[in-house]
Nanobody, 122 residues
Framework: VQLQAFGGGLVQAGGSLRLSCAAS????????MGWFRQAPGEEREFVAV????????YYADSVKGRFTVSRDNAKNTVYLQMSNLKSEDTAVYYC????????????????WGQGTLVTVSS
């Protein structure tokens, strides 16, 4: 399984970014896809998750109403649209597949890519 996240960068507070994560080596539509982030010196934390068919989504309270997760199973790609970005959103963002629904990065998330860095300047 390979995961490649991209789309990160430097953005001013209040701005927007769209992250993408391309997956290969798995039956993509059979997996929940989670987005997580890790700030310097912090533990990896849950951001959002989407079901295999895309009908169900769930967000961390800290991003609810500002971030939107979606997926295109034909392209084996999951997206994270981020708006109204805040300095506290600065982190490396990762996507990961899971056969089960989970918001815990240590629960059955076995594959991780290198992530993409998002830096929000205030």
């Amino acid at each position: 399984v390979q995961l490649q996240a991209f789309g990160g960068g430097l953005v001013q507070a209040g701005g927007s970014l769209r992250l993408s994560c391309a997956a290969s080596g798995l039956t993509f539509s059979s997996y929940y896809m989670g987005w997580f982030r890790q700030a310097p010196g912090e533990e990896r934390e849950f951001v959002a998750v989407i079901s295999g068919g895309g009908a169900r989504t769930y967000y961390a309270d800290s991003v609810k109403g500002r971030f939107t997760v979606s997926r295109d199973n034909a392209k084996n790609t999951v997206y994270l649209q981020m708006s109204n970005l805040k300095s506290e959103d600065t982190a490396v963002y990762y996507c990961a597949p899971n056969k089960l629904y989970s918001v815990d990065p240590n629960n059955n998330y076995a594959y991780w890519g290198q992530g993409t860095l998002v830096t929000v300047s205030s």
